[in-house]
């Protein structure tokens, strides 16, 4: 069992930045492929982000560009540097963990809103 806390979230202006941050408690952190998904009011969760031991990571269209995720595996974190928000960017954000790329484990989520 990993369990995840997200911390981070927060409201911002559009144009803003943000950095999420999520602690994991496994001691084998490096072999998780480590993600964020997000839910906004009304709509289903979707994948935003997540990043393989190696750092290889895969984003999703509408964040490209904007969103940058990395990883200490020293630290057992990963984090989500936000740039540029949007509106559209607000939802409740979740941290998740896995073996493979489909998650496994969830945080309780941390909430970004971003106001026009």
């Known amino acids: 069992q990993v369990q995840l806390v997200e911390s981070g979230g927060g409201l911002v202006q559009a144009g803003g930045s943000l950095t999420l941050s999520c602690a994991a408690s496994?001691?084998?952190?490096?072999?998780?492929?480590m993600g964020w998904y997000r839910q906004a009011p009304g709509k289903q969760r979707e994948f935003v982000a997540h990043?393989?031991?190696?750092?290889?990571?895969d984003y999703t269209v509408s964040v490209k560009g904007r969103f940058t995720i990395s990883r200490e595996n020293t630290k057992n974190m990963v984090n989500l540097q936000m740039n540029s928000l949007k509106p559209e960017d607000t939802a409740v954000y979740y941290c998740?963990?896995?073996?493979?790329?489909?998650?496994?484990?969830w945080g309780q989520g941390t909430q970004v809103t971003v106001s026009s």
């Open positions: 998740t963990a896995s073996r493979t790329l489909l998650p496994q484990y």
């Open positions: 496994t001691s084998i952190f490096s072999t998780y492929v």
């Open positions: 990043i393989r031991g190696s750092g290889i990571a």
